[in-house]
């Protein structure tokens, strides 16, 4: 797999050579780790060095509130100090390998080999390969046998890695690449392990000392002392065998309740968008409903709810520390907590008004509240989604998802006519006891669905033209299908179920996708090869640990991505080691055979798995736990019972209209009225230059939510803050010379207004100057013309070549975009070039909308004059010329900065009829 071997040894320079790396990928601001909210603790003052390891791309781990809880957590520990990394995309990791550049950590660009302990967040089966590969680029040995019989090249011992989050739940397939796995909460065990972390440190335990003392801590699973005897390949396991003392089972960690210490108030703000990019709010942990299929449900019972004013505060005070303009109330069911209606008013109150509103995840049909729906999306209404999960009335008693069809039925009639025309659906396909008859249903539950919403635009108030000319007649819904296929998972009733084979996973999805293209419905499915695998990985014993490595080794990463999932690949490495998909996917197994997670305890005994499983084949429905005990072990085991906030919600009433919420929504949307514009001038130094103007923009926003300034606001929904920017400036461009007009509600004093502003955004990005202007007058981007830089080369140009190329007529160049490519005339557009040495060049360029030039094109046209490859090493924008401009901006036409000969030098090269 690899061409070349990452060497952890060779620190000379390839820490500098990083940025101009940067450059050639996508979205390099994933990789800065100078975001705010981002610790940088004083390395040699801290004893212990953790990285933080998300096996996928920053885009996904930044969205991961685990890893979020733990970064805080950690860093405010006085003797630890974490650090993040992340899975680098293939264009970027390709570089790596190229340049000898080892895997680093984003805060302080360290190798990983410099860390004391690498701990991976595993929250699901497909990253598995990431784990080998991140600590391949390392230099890391894969193998944890490899890292305790050898040493690093310098004499040092190999980091310790270590993982946790749900997958550690079944750690069998990557027991042999981890020296241990903190199953459960991580928030309290964290402590424990820096302080054996500590003894490592100073000399009082040795490694394998080290980890017998781990194994001793509640939920520490150290695989070296534990071994496993098999029935024979392809069969399961015989016996668990415990050695030194190691404890059988191990018992997973639960914190008895959700503390605010525990919140991530002021976690690391990305500068470009993530998966779920806003706040998340635990208001919840566990989920007491128990459907039979879903792990999240039992592992991490029991339920604790966050108290309502708790919710409040952290909400509120994340949204100041950060600026985030979206934030949610997660858990695994938001709609399940009992205080959500004592939590949406205050929360709408205190942040509305900051253009910050709520979003909600996929609700539970039986705990929906239009009231909390309503006030959640009042500004931001966005696409609704509902998990009903089966289709028909038989499969949902099966799998205990508690919701009838009426119920399902008023839920979205009712948030339809609420005024959400855009609505997904989540279904599972290949459920136990499924027929295709349950596949039809899902069918006839969407007909049924489209009938209600038509039957409530005819039901609109007054006539049909009465109802246009008021804007009251709904349009059609939307309604987008999400199709899942059902993976067994370990700890939960369906553990000992098969999942359908490929060729029934394919019909079924065909047969959804045929018919909701005939009903203009949209249909997305998981592909069924990732589900098999996932299977695979889900009931994998240690012995799927070879499949893992030898698919790795083949050349799987990032399988989590469907454009980068090889199945072909995967087969070829079952083959080479044995491991049959049939026996771990598609076998119904035993009830009372030893399972390869028997040695992790979820506080959910076996044998209350195996009822409810026998159960369900009756059609026999249980309760939510905390309305009727299951008897399922896990309260006595923790010693304490569900912690509620409140009392549990009642089922929804299909036989009246939901209560409209009791005070007035509307009159808490954030500033509209312009009274005050201010144009600022800023720089963008240092490593903003790697973020895209967009990104910016986004900086800009949160940071004037951080700062508490009274910015006023767009109108309608998705409102916006009142910003107004200068010419985009090019990735990988500094400057001294950015515009922005700001519109506030209320008046700031200019000196007030830098201040607090300055505050609330990176060193790189400050203010440097402000003015007050009149309200009205042409936008910023109308104004500007011509924009100078100062560009540094790689190779020299003398002189008077420069005057040679702009003393051309033409000068053509092809600029390729996502339309395609095209040529345009850079003549026009280049108004004066003045070089300062032979390597050193100032230009001056139309920008705005009348023309626009980058600094690179020129180079680049430059560079093809010459017959040769120019390369610049720095390029940075001095001034922006602006028609009609204020003394903040130099008016069109100035003369460049500089002596009397450079400006002089500059109209010689100014084309004619443009002399400065």
């Known amino acids: 797999m690899f061409d070349r071997p990452i060497a952890s040894d060779r620190k000379d320079d390839w ?77 970027l990791e390709a570089l790596m390998r190229r340049e000898g550049i080892p895997l680093f950590a984003l805060e302080s660009r360290r190798p990983l080999t410099d860390f004391d302990g690498i701990g991976f967040s595993l929250s699901y089966e497909l990253t598995y390969t990431n784990l080998l590969n991140m600590l391949a680029l390392a230099g890391i040995p894969v193998e944890r046998s490899e890292r305790d019989q050898s040493t690093q090249p310098n004499g040092s011992p190999w980091p310790l890695v270590f993982a946790g989050g749900p997958n550690a739940f079944n750690p069998e397939p990557f027991a042999d690449f981890v020296d241990f796995v903190v199953v459960g909460d991580g928030e309290e065990v964290v402590s424990d392990l820096a302080d054996a972390f500590v003894a490592l440190k100073d000399g009082s335990l040795g490694r394998e000392e080290l980890l017998r003392g781990l194994a001793q801590i ?35 960690n639960a914190i008895r309740e959700l503390l605010a210490e525990y919140h991530p108030t002021d976690a690391p703000v990305p ?70 209606a004592a939590v949406v008013k205050p929360l709408t109150e205190a942040n509305s008004p900051l253009g910050a509103s709520m979003s909600l995840p996929s609700l539970r049909v039986d705990s929906f509240s239009l009231q909390m729906a ?55 396909i290949g459920l136990p006891g499924e027929t295709l008859e349950d596949v039809a249903e899902i069918v006839a539950l969407v007909d049924k669905i489209k009938q209600d919403c038509a039957e409530i635009r005819r039901q609109d108030a007054g006539t049909e033209g009465e109802a246009r000319q008021s804007g009251k007649r709904h349009p059609p819904i939307r309604i987008h299908l999400t199709i899942s296929t059902f993976v067994p998972k370990p700890h939960v ?58 698919a790795w080794e083949l050349g799987a990463a990032h399988d989590a991505w469907s454009e980068h999932h090889r199945p072909a690949l995967w087969r070829q490495a079952a083959l080479e080691t044995g491991i049959d998909f049939e026996f771990y996917a598609h076998s119904r197994w035993n009830y009372d055979w030893i399972l390869p997670w028997d040695v992790i305890d979820s ?82 130094d240092g490593d903003l230059r790697f973020i895209s103007h967009l990104d910016l923009m986004r900086l800009f926003e949160r940071a004037l939510r951080r700062a508490a300034l009274p910015v006023a606001f767009s109108q309608g929904f998705n409102p916006h803050p009142a910003l107004e920017f200068a010419a985009p400036l090019a990735l990988g461009v500094t400057s001294e010379a950015e515009l922005v007009d700001i519109y506030l509600g209320q008046a700031v004093a200019p000196a007030t207004f830098i201040l607090r502003l300055n505050l609330a955004l990176p060193e790189e990005a400050r203010i440097v100057e402000c003015q007050e202007l009149p309200i009205g007058g042409p936008s910023l981007m109308a104004l ?52 300062e040495d032979d390597r050193t060049v100032r230009l001056r360029l139309a920008s705005g909308s009348r ?45 460049l900065p500089g002596d009397p000969a450079d400006e002089a030098e500059g109209r010689a090269l100014a084309p004619a009829g443009d002399q400065a």
């Open 15 to 91: 820490q500098a050579r990083i940025p101009s790396l940067l450059l050639t990928v996508p979205r390099p601001a994933r990789y800065l780790g100078n975001e705010w909210g981002a610790v940088r603790k004083p390395w040699a003052e801290t004893p212990v060095h953790w990285a933080l390891a998300f096996p996928d791309l920053y885009d996904v781990g930044m969205s991961h509130l685990g890893s979020k809880i733990l970064y805080q957590v950690i860093n405010r520990m006085p003797h630890a100090l974490c650090e993040r990394v992340y899975a680098p995309a293939p264009e």
């Open 603 to 684: 506080g959910v005994n076996k044998r209350h798995n195996r009822y409810d499983d026998e159960q369900s084949e009756r059609r026999i429905t249980l309760d939510h736990c905390s309305r009727k005990c299951w008897g399922c072990g896990v309260c006595f085991k923790f010693d304490t019972g569900h912690d509620l906030a409140g009392s549990a919600l009642p089922k929804i009433d299909c036989s009246a209209p939901p209560p409209a919420p009791d005070w007035e929504i509307s009159a808490h949307h954030p500033p509209h009225d312009k009274v005050q514009r201010l144009r600022c001038r800023f720089l963008k």
């Open 374 to 428: 309503t006030a959640a999306q009042h500004l931001r209404k966005s696409t609704f989604t509902f998990a009903p999960e089966a289709g028909s009335q038989r499969l949902r008693d099966i799998i205990n998802k508690n919701i009838t069809e009426d119920e399902i039925r008023y839920a979205i009639r009712e948030t339809y006519r609420a005024g959400w025309h855009t609505l997904k659906l989540y279904f599972m």
């Open 271 to 340: 500068y470009l968008p993530v998966i779920h990019d806003r706040i998340p709010t635990e208001v919840r942990r566990g989920c007491d409903a128990g459907c039979r299929y879903c792990q999240a449900g039992f592992i991490y019972l029991p339920v604790r709810e966050r108290k309502a004013q708790d919710v409040v505060d952290l909400t509120s005070a994340t949204i100041r520390c950060t600026g985030y303009e979206e934030y949610s109330l997660f858990s695994l069911s938001s709609g399940d907590y009992t205080q959500s």
């Open 784 to 835: 500007v013309d011509e924009a100078s830089y100062r560009v540094r080369l790689a190779g020299p140009v003398p002189r008077e070549l420069w005057r040679e190329f702009t003393d051309r007529q033409e000068i053509p160049f092809v600029k390729s975009g996502k339309t395609g490519s095209r040529t345009v005339d850079l003549r026009p557009l280049i108004r004066a070039v003045v070089p």
């Open 493 to 550: 009733p369906f553990q000992w179920r098969a999942q359908d084979r490929l060729e029934d996973v394919a019909a079924k999805q065909s047969h959804l996708f045929s018919e909701m293209k005939k009903r203009g419905v949209k249909v997305s499915a998981h592909d069924r090869y990732t589900s098999e695998l996932e299977a695979v990985l889900s009931r994998g014993d240690r012995r799927v640990g070879r499949l893992v490595k030898r």
């Open 851 to 895: 023309g626009n030039a980058k600094p690179d094109d020129v180079v680049s046209a430059m560079g093809e004059f010459l017959g040769q490859e120019l390369r610049t090493i720095a390029i940075r924008r001095l001034e922006l010329l602006v028609l009609d401009a204020p003394a903040l901006a130099p008016v069109h036409g100035a003369p």
């Open 218 to 252: 509640r939920g520490v699973y150290v695989p070296q002392f534990y071994d496993c005897e098999y029935e024979g390949p392809g069969r399961p396991i015989r016996r668990w065998i415990p050695k030194d003392g190691a404890p059988f089972p191990v018992r997973k």
